[in-house]
T-cell receptor, first 112, second 115 residues
Framework: EAQVTQNPRYLITVTGKKLTVTCSQNMNHEYMSWYRQDPGLGLRQIYYSMNVEVTDKGDVPEGYKVSRKEKRNFPLILESPSPNQTSLYFC???????????FGPGTRLTVL | EDQVTQSPEALRLQEGESSSLNCSYTVSGLRGLFWYRQDPGKGPEFLFTLYSAGEEKEKERLKATLTKKESFLHITAPKPEDSATYLCAVQPLPLNTGANSKLTFGKGITLSVRP
């Protein structure tokens, strides 16, 4: 089954404790992206990747890092999480930047 | 800057009561307009892509239409299982070949269909 998977699905952590949210897709897509969703603000792009080793900032990149060492994986790294990063995070992928993006199930992160 | 406004914010319908959801947008040049459905606690699920004014697409009880300034998602004879948040997003034409073309999302319309 074609899908985007994320882990963990739920995470509660404390300020400053580094964490990684994994994202993997099995569709051989070149384009991958991370979004955060907050009430009243909609979905906003954090980072995106056009292909392996090619990543760039989206609208709200502060406090986040990403890497794209393999085509299928696109982890999101929070080196020193803060409470304002409490949010619902989605990974998405598409065959190219102009094609339909397919979303993962989401990761609900709470930073205390 | 690209903008997407969805209205109303919330809509409550009786089962079988048809209605429309609105998505107004401003974009420098439209590459595509996307409709997604999102259930609570889940990721957005792709519904439709529309590329040019006058285009229409249908899927079961849903029909999406596009003009130069807005898109409508028409729901005919809705059922309780159609209850969800419906998201609209626009994608501009890329500045050059291979460039990123970021989706701009609206805040969504929460639809509740009562049996």
């Amino acid at each position: 089954e074609a899908q985007v998977t994320q882990n963990p699905r739920y995470l509660i952590t404390v300020t400053g404790k580094k964490l990684t949210v994994t994202c993997s897709q099995n569709m051989n897509h070149e384009y991958m992206s991370w979004y955060r969703q907050d009430p009243g603000l909609g979905l906003r792009q954090i980072y995106y990747s056009m292909n392996v080793e090619v990543t760039d900032k989206g609208d709200v990149p502060e406090g986040y890092k990403v890497s794209r060492k393999e085509k299928r994986n696109f982890p999101l790294i929070l080196e020193s999480p803060s409470p304002n990063q409490t949010s619902l995070y989605f990974c998405a992928s598409s065959s190219n930047p102009l094609d339909t993006q397919y979303f993962g199930p989401g990761t609900r992160l709470t930073v205390l | 800057e690209d903008q997407v406004t969805q209205s109303p914010e919330a809509l409550r319908l009786q089962e079988g009561e048809s209605s429309s959801l609105n998505c107004s947008y401003t974009v420098s040049g439209l590459r595509g307009l996307f409709w997604y459905r999102q259930d609570p606690g889940k990721g957005p699920e792709f519904l439709f892509t529309l590329y040019s004014a006058g285009e229409e697409k249908e899927k079961e009880r849903l029909k999406a239409t596009l003009t130069k300034k807005e898109s409508f998602l028409h729901i005919t004879a809705p059922k309780p299982e159609d209850s969800a948040t419906y998201l609209c997003a626009v994608q501009p034409l890329p500045l050059n070949t291979g460039a990123n073309s970021k989706l701009t999302f609206g805040k969504g319309i929460t639809l509740s269909v009562r049996p």
